[in-house]
């Protein structure tokens, strides 16, 4: 293994250039490529980098558009090793990516992505087997960049198999947060004192057939926490169930979908407030601690465990509606709908009670060409806190685009943007913490700032995976 892994590595760098030029790409015996990749520059009207506008409740970027001031790019090779007599293919997959919180790559590049697959077996209905570490299951609404539910994760599972219901089956089963916590007591020897682990068990049915172009899919997880030490009692057990309903509609499609996590199944990491005692420090970063590294808690993703130290008190209620159209080779767009309600407990200190987060937004973008086109974006948010004031965020973003077509997925492209927000005082102190937290500089602006930019997003085969 060691010597196929070192011999991939080698191959991705030459590879990743001579994927952006070209829309043809090898089978799978032959290899493929895959990948994706944003980059870009800025400046505010506060001075230095750009800034970007979303608040602390766990949403990542916000609505991207002229609103990304991070970078990240990720790039992957499989290949079928050997193929059985029966037909049977055996493929190795890996990934690498590298992600920076401002304008400027790291070059912090890590192996995200590595396991083997055996594909087509006739024992499991023409279902797959896999074991490694992977991404999985971690559809998104895109233009706002949010997984809304998120699998990665170290582990092995069946896929695909063929029902009679018409859809297929897919079991994995993963262990997150696979680390013991250690400490010195009263001064004496270091010991082992708990673990945020958890064993997950995921069980997946999609596809299923509802109506013309309509199909259900319906997952589930179930989160044992198999933390010890001293504390292991105060670890909990969770649960997450997901019912989403897909629709092509105006030459794109509509997804609708209800949500519901109870503990560590909510995706929440230990609480902030446990240490900080205070509802400002939820605020800034309800997400708290990503336990499971580079695949962990973030972003408002669900599916991946998160703090076992959350109980059944812990709840999390996510119901959203996200369309996209093109019913004209010119016009396209994406819309959404989005309300969330956390149910914090007393491990939350000052910020006990529900915090409910909603948001619309909409993408709307028209080609004037083959290769140029014009997209823009509105965008609002609102997030209530118990015992505090609300938190609002709008913004408005113009950028001119070169594309490889007029299809809203059309990719690459190379957009100059403007985007200007506006916040209410309540959310100045996040504002400004999670551009300081990104690189960006927003002390002193007040409740409003414009910023203009550059981007490059490009995104190659990825559906392979």
Known sequence: MSTMIRSLLKALPAAMLLCIGSQAFANDDEGQYVGYFRTGAGASSGGGPANCY?????????????????????????KTLATSPNGVKWVGKIMVADYSP??????????????MQGNGFEELNGGNVWV????YERPDIHWMDMQYINLNGQGAGVDNIGTSTGGKFSYAIFK???????AAQNGGPTTYTGSNSAIRNNFLLRGLPTNPGGKLDLIAGIITASGGGTDSGSRHNGFNLHLFHSQDAFGGGNTFAVQYGVGPGTGRGDPV????GNLAAYQASPQATALNGPNGVCCNRMGV??????????????????????????????IDVVYQADKLSSLYGAAQGTVTWTSFGIRPEYSFSQNFKIQGQLAYDHVSYPGAASQNLSSITIA????????????????VFLTHANWNDAARAT???????????????????????????IWWNEDWW
């Open 54 to 78: 979303y608040l602390g409740n766990g949403n990542g970027h916000g609505y991207r558009l002229g609103n990304e001031c991070d970078s990240y790019a990720e790039l992957g090779y499989a």
């Open 102 to 115: 401002n304008s400027l790559y790291n070059g912090n590049i890590g192996i995200s992505q590595i396991y």
């Open 132 to 135: 490694g570490e992977r991404y």
């Open 176 to 182: 997150d947060g696979d680390t013991n916590n250690f």
């Open 273 to 276: 407030a446990v240490n900080a």
């Open 305 to 334: 465990a998160g703090s076992t130290l959350l109980s059944s008190d812990d709840t999390r209620l996510r119901v959203f509606d996200a369309l996209w159209i093109q019913p004209t080779k010119e016009f396209s767009a994406g």
């Open 400 to 415: 001119p685009t070169l594309s490889f077509g007029p299809g809203f997925w059309d990719r690459p492209e190379l957009r």
């Open 431 to 457: 504002i400004e913490a999670n551009n300081n937290a990104s690189g960006g500089h927003t002390l002193g602006m007040g409740t409003a700032g414009t910023t203009v930019g550059v981007q490059a997003e």
